[in-house]
């Protein structure tokens, strides 16, 4: 079991950047791909980036260049620095943990780019 905790949402002007952290705890963090989704308002819930345990990276096209994925293991926290942001991003923000079969949810973080 592994319970995620995001945060580092909020409202940000277009072109702004933002940080979002999620904690992880209950197990072994570094056992785990750790990914971040977004989810519109009246879309669904779409894979922003992803980073594996061997620190692959996986990033959306919309965001290549703009967002950068990346896993503290001794902090047990996976981050996603946000840079460039565009009104498209907004959304609510959520993290995922991955292992096998099992997947774990956070409960979500909101950004809001707008000005």
């Known amino acids: 079991q592994v319970q995620l905790v995001e945060s580092g949402g909020g409202l940000v002007q277009p072109g702004g950047s933002l940080r979002l952290s999620c904690v992880a705890s209950?197990?072994?963090?570094?056992?785990?791909?750790m990914g971040w989704y977004r989810q519109a308002p009246g879309q669904q819930r779409k894979l922003v980036a992803a980073?594996?345990?061997?620190?692959?990276?996986y990033y959306q096209d919309s965001v290549k260049g703009r967002f950068t994925i990346s896993r503290d293991n001794a902090k047990n926290t996976v981050y996603l620095q946000m840079n460039s942001l565009k009104p498209e991003d907004t959304g609510v923000y959520y993290c995922?943990?991955?292992?096998?079969?099992?997947?774990?949810w956070g409960q979500g973080t909101q950004v809001t780019v707008s000005s």
């Open positions: 980073i594996t345990t061997d620190l692959n990276r």
């Open positions: 995922k943990a991955e292992r096998g079969p099992n997947d774990y």
């Open positions: 209950g197990s072994i963090f570094r056992l785990y791909g």
